[in-house]
């Protein structure tokens, strides 16, 4: 017997308990990031010239950055693979190459910004700044704690324990892959 | 699993459960679903009583400007705007929230549904946390310099955003801070009732054999979840505005202060219905139970809440008709706003045709339900006026909409709250309250409330604006009629507030010396009243976990010798 | 415990019998491949195919994620209603706040800063 509710081992609706949240926590997620994206492009396509602004915008970092991001996804997914076939330090090896990954976005993050901020351009030099800094920094935000959880994740997995756990994480990472996926047209390529 | 023999001192620890607790692992940091219910019902009875508190000094000073208040003295204009800006944060968010959606959410859901806790119980534990956190910034809000928020608690921009016109620097912030803390907390308590719901019910319990009012919290939460996320981020960005110098609101500077009301208002129409339904549901409970009958069309009851749910995300811009919105979409939102009362009005009828013809006893709880139906009847068709956009044009921001406002949320909040707590007392605390002073608050209260709001109906068609401090400046308004209406409906608040002083010795006295509930003293089918009053720690011993075999409104079924026939009794 | 949920788990993956196996490098190397094309979208400078570049590939790239990353095709099916259903709300709030805030002027306003002269 387990020290669990009686109410965790059940799963009435097909799938485990551990994941629906997660699915859930997920919709909530999305109209988060839909509210802020939302009243970002009605702004956007309000003011023309939000794209000269938009310009000042380095698009080789945005493009680097989505690549990390996109290569963290890989190794979640992989970190899922391991774990589903019972591998648990493997899995938790593949779970720090993720954490690297939003260690390396968040750093790059924090350069851009600096040099930004160094051109004069601050989250109050025009709202389409403050949309900028406000939509990047909400979502670096995830990233850091997302990074965190799989970081605790990590941990048990190395020994074998709460295995299920690498899949969790896994969708909430992709999940704040996928918001950076819209991000970085908005931000960087619309200009 | 409390036979088995911890192996580990790690296990052994995990079973702390079923060992002595010490008071503060029993009381404070509690993972017991139903210890968690009453953390959130006595925060949500004490943030009511300052949110009451605040209604009296403000209404005095409607009634009587400029006079030295007892208890408060006298207000400036500047505390008349956090009065009333904290009485409808706190009703709202600290009481209507954490008691009908938290406090019965967290006591009804796994009884009724037959499991031992919440599927996250630490996740449930934290819920509570941040949002006694919240309730603890808001508090502290009221003594920062400038005081508490002042800028309405719709928080319009530039009223909210900019502290020349709120007055209050500091507290508008930690407003913010507060109702942001407070919403992440019923996102946690919300995920946690979804999947509850979804996947721990019991063996032999399918979906069109849950109790209503688990269909209506859940489906509430799930309401509040898909809403709450815009203002989420527009509370981020009137942060910013706020302490960092953006412009989202700001049109001076490229913003637009319209779009904060729409972030609010696409939370808060749905907001209505998240702390709406689950009363409605606990109706529907007490309903069938005290007329001793079948609930009228179940699956038509569900179909309509789903229904009401999709319809409430399309009705929110009915708040914003004068607000400079395009009237096309003012015309759209009329429409829908129009349709919206069609399920609740079908709704109403259902539980009239459950009553038809049952054998009504008139107990206090049946009371505050069917005072409910009545009182929020009031409320929903003297919206029809507000949501036909010409109409509005002349009722808006008069106390029309506030009587109207009050005659839906007070039905919520308050009728709601006695009616779940007078109901499920015997189960949460395993004793009695006296049920002729329950009568006597529930007269004590529902006449009050009535004389209170029916004037304010008539002095808002007369013109009277909200959200002034003094009439005296409006000799339009200051007729002696009109002036004698203001003094009546302080009186009646009053009245209505000392009989509160019943409920409160009524349901301490109930604590501790009522007589001892049994399993289930209403002869009620659903399975909370299978278990001891009060259930011990998992509810039911793990050998009789309740197995389902039939919907919850089997009452006085033909050929039975019981009236009633609880759901987990094998046929 | 973990054993039991780890079981339960794997049930759930079991939704997609007879699914093949997912080449989670090759689906790597298709979203650098549409990153790569969609920085070079805006050097052809034609608007529409900048636009077509930029969020047609972010569509793209966001199912493939949500299809061989988050496996959202083999979860039961409510899962990828709830995710709609949000999306739709989010639609229908732009839809509706849109005509709002980007008009520029009302009968009696007007939106100072939108009149041509930038800050």
Redesign the interface.
């Known amino acids: 017997m387990s020290d669990r509710p009686i109410a965790t081992t059940r799963s009435a609706a097909g799938m485990p308990t551990g994941k629906l949240a997660v699915w859930w926590v997920v919709v909530s997620e999305i109209v988060i990031f839909g509210g802020l994206l939302a009243s970002y492009i009605m702004h956007r396509l309000a003011h023309s010239d939000w794209g000269e602004q938009a310009a000042h915008t380095n698009t080789w970092i945005g493009a680097f950055n989505t690549l990390v991001l996109l290569s963290s996804s890989l190794s979640a997914v992989l970190a899922h693979k391991a774990a589903s076939e019972g591998n648990g330090p493997k899995a938790a090896k593949l779970l720090w190459l993720t954490i690297l990954g939003a260690v390396t976005f968040v750093t790059v993050k924090g350069f851009e910004w600096a040099h930004e901020i160094e051109l004069g351009y601050t989250i109050t030099s025009s709202t389409f700044w403050s949309f900028y800094y406000t939509a990047a920094g909400l979502h670096a935000a995830h990233v850091i704690a997302g990074a965190i959880i799989m970081g605790i994740v990590a941990v048990a997995a190395a020994k074998n324990r709460e295995l299920h756990r690498v899949e969790l994480i896994g969708i909430y990472w992709h999940f704040v892959d996928l918001v950076w996926i819209f991000l970085f047209p908005l931000l960087y390529i619309a200009k | 699993m409390a036979e088995s023999i911890p192996a580990t001192p790690e296990l052994a620890h995990d079973e702390h459960g079923h060992h002595e607790q010490s008071f503060a692992s029993k009381y404070l940091f509690s993972t017991d679903h139903k210890m968690i219910a009453k953390q959130y019902l006595f925060t949500g009875i004490a943030m009511a009583l300052i949110g009451g508190f605040f209604a009296y000094a403000f209404r005095m000073q409607l009634a009587f400007p400029g006079m030295d208040i007892p208890f408060f003295g006298v207000v400036s204009p500047g505390e008349y705007n956090s009065l009333i800006t904290n009485h409808g944060t706190i009703m709202i968010f600290w009481v209507a929230m954490p008691i009908i959606l938290a406090a019965f959410g967290n006591l009804v859901i796994p009884l009724m549904i037959g499991c031992d806790d919440m599927v996250f119980p630490k996740i449930n534990r934290l819920s509570y946390q941040i949002f006694l956190l919240s309730a603890l910034v808001l508090i502290s809000s009221f003594f920062v310099e400038g005081g508490g928020f002042g800028g309405s608690w719709v928080a319009y921009p530039p009223l909210s955003s900019e502290p020349q016109y709120n007055l209050t620097p500091l507290g508008s912030s930690l407003w913010i801070g507060a109702v942001g803390l407070e919403f992440v907390a019923f996102l946690l308590g919300g995920i946690n009732f979804i999947t509850t719901t979804m996947n721990s019910r019991a063996p032999g319990m399918k979906m069109n054999d849950i109790p209503i009012v688990v269909w209506m919290i859940v489906i509430a939460s799930v309401l509040f979840m898909a809403s709450v996320g815009p203002l989420l981020a527009g509370a981020i960005m009137l942060l910013f505005d706020q302490n960092l110098g953006t412009a989202f609101y700001d049109p001076t500077r490229g913003g637009d202060p319209v779009l904060w009301q729409h972030l609010f208002w696409f939370f808060g129409h749905p907001e209505v219905y998240v702390v709406f339904l689950p009363p409605l549901g606990m109706v529907a409970d007490i309903i069938t139970t005290f007329a001793r009958k079948k609930l009228f069309a179940y699956r038509t009851v569900l179909y309509t809440v789903f229904g009401t749910g999709v319809l409430s995300f399309t009705v929110w811009a009915h708040h914003q008709f004068i607000s400079g919105i395009d009237p096309r979409m003012a015309n759209i939102f009329t429409v829908t706003t129009l349709l919206i009362s069609i399920p609740i009005a079908e709704l109403m009828f259902v539980y009239i045709a459950t009553l038809y013809g049952g054998r009504i006893s008139l107990t206090t709880p049946m009371l505050w339900a069917l005072s409910f139906i009545a009182e929020f009847l009031i409320g929903g068709v003297t919206g029809i006026f507000l949501g036909a956009s010409g109409a509005d044009v002349y009722f808006h921001d008069t106390y029309f909409v506030l009587a109207h406002f009050h005659y839906t949320f007070f039905p919520i909040a308050i009728i709601g709250f006695y009616m779940g707590v007078t109901y499920w007392f015997p189960k949460m605390f395993g004793k009695m309250m006296s049920d002729f002073w329950g009568k006597v608050h529930f007269w004590g209260t529902i006449i009050p409330f009535n004389m209170i709001f029916i004037p304010l109906f008539v002095l808002g068609t007369a013109g009277q604006h909200r959200r002034i401090y003094d009439y005296s400046h409006f000799p339009e308004l200051m007729t002696p009629g009109m002036q004698d209406m203001r003094v009546f409906a302080t009186m009646s608040l009053l009245v209505m507030l000392a009989f509160q002083l019943v409920f409160l010795i009524n349901f301490v006295n109930g604590m501790i010396r009522g007589p001892k509930a049994e399993k289930n003293p209403w002869k009620a089918n659903s399975l909370e009243w299978t278990t001891e009053s009060p259930p011990p720690h998992g509810n039911w011993p793990p050998s009789e976990m309740p197995t389902v075999y039939r919907g919850p409104y089997e009452y006085s079924v033909p050929g039975r010798e019981k009236d009633y026939w609880p759901q987990n009794e094998p046929t | ?2 054993e ?3 079981a ?3 049930t ?2 079991g939704h997609g019998e007879g699914h093949v196996e997912t080449n ?2 090759k ?2 190397a298709w ?2 491949g549409l ?1 790569a094309v ?2 070079a ?2 050097f052809l400078e034609i608007f529409w195919l ?2 077509v ?3 047609g ?2 569509c793209v ?2 199912w493939m ?2 299809k ?3 496996h959202i095709t083999l ?2 099916r ?2 990828g209603y ?2 709609m ?3 739709v ?2 639609l ?3 839809a ?9 002027e ?1 009968t009696q ?1 007007v ?4 009149l041509g002269q ?2």
């Open positions: 415990m973990s039991q949920s780890q339960i788990s794997e759930g993956d989670y490098v689906i790597w979203l650098v990153l969609s920085v979208g805006p900048t636009m570049t930029a969020f590939i972010a790239k966001a994620v949500a061989h990353f988050m979860e039961p409510f899962v709830i995710v259903t949000s999306l709300f989010m229908l709030f732009f509706a706040v849109a005509p709002d805030v980007m008009n520029a009302g306003w939106k100072p800063s939108w930038p800050e």
